[in-house]
């Protein structure tokens, strides 16, 4: 068993800057591809960004690339997600998950999620 435990959303103005954090309790975080995926009211959940145990970072989506940066530490089990740049169409609840493949996307374990609230 897996516990992924998000943190680090809030409120922000547009244009400000977040960074969420996930705490991964398991033996083999360090080998495995880690994501952060968002979902908002009324829209299906979307795949941010992924990290692989390497580092190897997953191309962004154009809706966030240039502005959001996933990295990891595993010796902390700990993936981040830096925000920056933010706009309200970023507001989501945020989720990070243990990813077992990109294409299509399937994951095996998931957090609680941390909303993220972005005013203009």
């Known amino acids: 068993q897996v516990q992924l435990v998000e943190s680090g959303g809030g409120l922000v103005q547009a244009g400000g800057s977040l960074r969420l954090s996930c705490s991964a309790s398991?033996?083999?975080?360090?080998?495995?591809?880690m994501g952060w995926f968002r979902q908002a009211p009324g829209k299906e959940r979307e795949l941010v960004a992924a990290?692989?145990?390497?580092?190897?970072?997953?191309d962004y989506p154009d809706s966030v690339k240039g502005r959001f940066t996933i990295s990891r530490d595993n010796a902390k089990n700990t993936v981040y997600l830096q925000m920056n740049s933010l706009k309200p169409e970023d507001t989501a609840v945020y989720y990070c998950?243990?990813?077992?493949?990109?294409?299509?996307?399937?994951?095996?374990?998931w957090g609680q999620g941390t909303q993220v609230t972005v005013s203009s």
């Open positions: 998950a243990v990813v077992r493949r990109l294409l299509p996307v399937e994951y095996d374990y």
């Open positions: 398991g033996r083999t975080f360090s080998s495995r591809t």
């Open positions: 990290i692989r145990w390497n580092g190897i970072i997953t």
